[in-house]
Structure formats: structure tokens, C-alpha cells
């Protein structure tokens, strides 16, 4: 980890942060009317309203974005190993939805996100070596994605 105390440049640390929102808006885009989709399906017990994935989704995005920023200051081989991780994720996380809600293929989000989780570990591993509140800023995502894996169980057993 460098140990310099870098000063942070506000557009580089937009910019990671738009990309990790913008894959979260392709994801979306690509899986069309996922709000009345979900409003039909069978809920497993402690299943939000709908609206709360927007949101929760947005904050996890931004702190993924920080996270994926002050990896990408580091610089370093070990960095862009973590970075080249944390891309496969968001390309996962953007072919969930898709697969859950276009698709209605429970079993292969379910799978989708099986892979997510993997790399999200992966992901919280590296950082963590490289830079630990990068690594923290990530349990977030981690948490609310075992949570998905528990909905995601459940809408496969309800709804198939």
C-alpha cells in the first residue's frame, strides 16, 4: 500500500463512480420493467418493496466506486489485478438482472450471482492487502448480495 497521503482528485473518484453506476443503469436498462415484474412474483418472507433496490443499489454503486478509486491511486500491479476482478463483477452484476428479470431464468441469476459473490470475495481479498478502507467499503455490497442470494433462492422455489 502506498503510504504517501495522495491528494484525492474529485474527477477521477466521479469518474469511478459513474462507472460503477453505470453499470448498474445497464443492468437495469437491459432488464426492462423489472419493478412490475417483481410486483407479480411469489416473495420470499423478509422481501423489500420494490422501491428499496434503487436505492440501496445506488449507495452500494457509489461506495463500490470509492472503493474501486482509491485502488486505482495505488498504482500498482497488485491494483490493476484487483481492478481487472472488480470489472468482472460489475459485468456479472450487469447480466443479472437480465437473466432474473428478462429472462426469468431464476436458476441462472441464482448461478450469476454465486459467481458474484465469489468475486466480490476476491475482490475484498485484494483490496484489502492493497488498501483496507477499500476493502471495508465493499462488505456492504457483499452483505446486501448474500442477501440477494437468499431472495434469489426463494423467488427460484416459489415462482418455477
Not at 121 to 135: D, M, R
Amino acid at each position: 500500500m502506498n503510504t504517501k497521503a495522495a491528494k484525492i482528485s474529485i474527477p477521477k473518484l466521479i469518474f469511478a463512480c459513474l462507472i460503477s453506476l453505470a453499470a448498474g443503469g445497464l443492468g437495469s436498462l437491459l432488464a426492462g420493467n423489472s419493478f412490475e415484474i417483481y410486483q407479480y412474483l411469489e416473495k420470499p418472507p423478509f422481501s423489500p418493496p420494490a422501491i428499496i433496490f434503487p436505492i440501496v443499489w445506488t449507495i452500494l454503486y457509489i461506495l463500490m466506486g470509492i472503493a474501486s478509486y482509491l485502488i486505482f491511486i495505488e498504482h500498482t500491479d497488485e491494483s490493476k489485478k484487483a481492478l481487472t476482478t472488480y470489472t468482472f463483477y460489475l459485468i456479472l452484476n450487469i447480466l443479472w438482472p437480465t437473466a432474473f428479470f428478462k429472462k426469468g431464468a431464476f436458476l441462472a441469476a441464482l448461478l450469476l450471482l454465486a459467481g458474484q459473490l465469489l468475486l466480490l470475495g476476491a475482490c475484498f481479498n485484494s483490496y484489502y492487502h492493497i488498501n483496507k478502507k477499500a476493502a471495508f467499503l465493499m462488505v456492504p455490497t457483499i452483505l446486501w448480495s448474500i442477501f440477494a442470494m437468499y431472495l434469489n433462492v426463494g423467488f427460484l422455489f416459489l415462482n418455477a
